[in-house]
Every structure is written in structure tokens, then in C-alpha cells.
């Protein structure tokens, strides 16, 4: 699998929704968020290049995988 960092949001929602199927983003702190992006496996920039509005990005494409496996 192919390298994400910060500007890949989908990419990063992706892996989220594969790792933690069942948790909804909406309930999601942004400092467990970047945790959690920090550790995916294919993760690969900065940490603290990391922004509020790119947290929300990627909180929001993972909330669309989220919402098309309920539905």
C-alpha cells in the first residue's frame, strides 16, 4: 500500500475505518484523532505538520466510510 500523509485525507479515512470499523468519527477527540493517524502504518509525514482544518478533513471522510457501511 501506497504512503499517505496530511493532505490525504481519503487515504486516511480509509485506513481508520479498516482499523476501527465500529467507531464513529463523530465522537472522536482531534488529539485522539492525530494519535491515531500518527500510528496508522502507511503514515508517513510530520506530526505536527498536522492542522485543526486538516483533522476535520479527514474526520469528515472517514464519517462518509463511516455512514455508507450503516446504510
Not at 25 to 41: I, K
Not at 44 to 65: H, P, R, V, Y
Request: aromatic share 12%.
Amino acid at each position: 500500500m501506497e504512503q499517505f500523509g496530511w493532505d490525504d485525507p481519503e487515504d486516511i479515512a480509509i485506513a481508520l475505518f479498516e482499523k476501527m470499523p465500529n467507531v464513529d468519527p463523530l465522537t472522536v477527540r482531534f488529539t485522539d484523532l492525530h494519535d491515531w493517524v500518527c500510528e496508522l502504518e502507511n503514515f508517513n509525514d510530520d506530526a505536527m505538520k498536522s492542522t485543526e482544518g486538516k483533522l476535520e478533513s479527514i474526520q469528515m471522510a472517514w464519517l462518509e466510510e463511516y455512514n455508507d457501511s450503516v446504510n
